[in-house]
């Protein structure tokens, strides 16, 4: 390891620290996908062929906005735009963290 440029050593443990981080974002995004099924949103959204296409369709919804105001909408949509639809629904932290990464993920 002495003859090792540092910068080859700092690449090298970038890559394991991203690899550890797209892994843990990868487990996020399932989670946002199971918690957008088990709170119903696919009734009025449409993900891909999946749920009902009373709302807006979702499935490419990342290429436009990012996690953190996918979050923010979430949490209170009427805040973000007045004259929405949508209801404020009774989402956790958690279910709101992991359906905007699984949103923000479908580009």
């Known amino acids: 390891m002495r003859n090792v440029p540092v910068a080859v050593i700092a690449v090298v443990l970038g890559g394991v620290v ?3 981080a797209s892994a843990q974002n990868s487990a996020l995004i ?3 996908q199971r918690a957008f099924m ?3 949103c696919y009734g009025c959204h449409t993900v891909g062929k999946v749920g ?3 709302g807006p369709d979702l499935s490419h919804v990342g290429a436009k906005y990012r996690a953190e105001y996918l ?3 979430l949490r209170d949509p009427s805040y ?3 004259s929405t639809h949508m ?3 009774e989402l956790t932290d958690d279910d709101i963290r992991s359906i905007a990464a699984f949103l923000a993920s479908r580009e």
């Open 30 to 32: 399932d989670e946002g």
């Open 52 to 54: 009902t296409p009373i």
């Open 38 to 40: 088990k709170q119903g």
């Open 71 to 73: 979050a923010r909408w």
């Open 18 to 20: 991203f690899a550890s």
């Open 80 to 82: 973000l735009r007045p």
């Open 87 to 89: 209801p404020t629904l």
